[in-house]
């Protein structure tokens, strides 16, 4: 069973950063794909970033490119989400989510296994 812990989350002014932790177990992930989503309040669960654990290839939304940076820590089992220039529309829950996979889906519904979420405010 894959357990997914999410951390970082916080209240921060526009222009700032903030980074999140996805603590990961229960299984060894060198064949998953893991993704960060986000909800914002009225809508839709957004793709945010993606990244293989094996060999670290990334993915971003338009939105975030630039902006944001995905990586992972082989050693702890802990994926992240670097956040810079964070702007108030950047605003939502955050998700970590893991699938077994060599590729990265952009698609919320095909991931297994996810979080209970953090909080990002970003305050104007």
């Known amino acids: 069973q894959v357990t997914l812990v999410e951390s970082g989350g916080g209240l921060v002014q526009a222009g700032g950063s903030l980074r999140l932790s996805c603590a990961a177990s229960?299984?060894?992930?060198?064949?998953?794909?893991m993704g960060w989503f986000r909800q914002a309040p009225g809508k839709e669960r957004e793709f945010v970033a993606g990244?293989?654990?094996?060999?670290?290839?990334?993915k971003y939304a338009d939105s975030v490119k630039g902006r944001f940076t995905i990586s992972r820590d082989n050693t702890k089992n802990t994926a992240y989400l670097r956040m810079n220039s964070l702007q108030p529309e950047d605003t939502a829950v955050y998700y970590c989510?893991?699938?077994?996979?060599?590729?990265?889906?952009?698609?919320?519904?095909?991931?297994?296994?996810w979080g209970p979420g953090t909080q990002v405010t970003v305050s104007s």
């Open positions: 989510a893991a699938r077994v996979s060599v590729v990265i889906t952009p698609t919320p519904s095909l991931y297994d296994n």
């Open positions: 229960g299984r060894t992930f060198s064949s998953y794909a």
């Open positions: 990244i293989l654990w094996r060999g670290g290839t990334t």
